[in-house]
């Protein structure tokens, strides 16, 4: 199952908003900021698949606008080590399955309720 979540928009920088992030990309996030400056910080999880392997994950990602452009960062299978796509999790039906490469894959949403 590969889950994607709501999407939060910070127009201030509080290093506390990044605490889910791995410590390696909350460091190279401050540093882009205090070299940059900050203009706004998407925070998400995207649906990321291998283009070799065909594993499918989901991930706690950033989209950072600062001083001098967009920082987005890039995750590695840890299968086989490959730079893993972004995908639209609407678009499923049409990627092969991780397990037997046929296009057998579904959608279904679920929501949280309070």
Request: aromatic share 6%; net charge negative; proline share 10%.
């Given at each position: 199952m590969v889950g994607v979540g709501m999407l939060s928009l910070r127009y201030s920088y509080d290093?506390?908003?990044f605490?889910?992030?791995?410590?390696s990309m909350r460091a190279e996030i401050s540093?882009?900021?205090?070299?940059?400056?900050?203009?706004s910080a998407t925070l998400m999880s995207v649906a990321l698949r291998c283009p070799q392997c065909r594993f499918f994950s989901s991930f706690p990602s950033v989209r950072l606008v600062h001083g001098s452009g967009e920082f987005q960062?890039?995750?590695?299978?840890?299968?086989?080590?490959?730079?893993?796509?972004?995908?639209?999790?609407?678009?499923?039906?049409?990627?092969?399955?991780?397990?037997?490469?046929?296009?057998?894959?579904?959608?279904?949403?679920?929501?949280?309720?309070?």
């Open positions: 290093p506390e908003d605490r889910d992030l791995p410590s540093e882009l900021v205090a070299q940059n400056g900050f203009q960062p890039r995750h590695s299978c840890r299968k086989c080590g490959v730079y893993l796509v972004e995908f639209d999790p609407e678009d499923i039906e049409s990627l092969p399955c991780p397990r037997c490469g046929s296009l057998s894959l579904e959608t279904e949403a679920n929501l949280c309720w309070d």
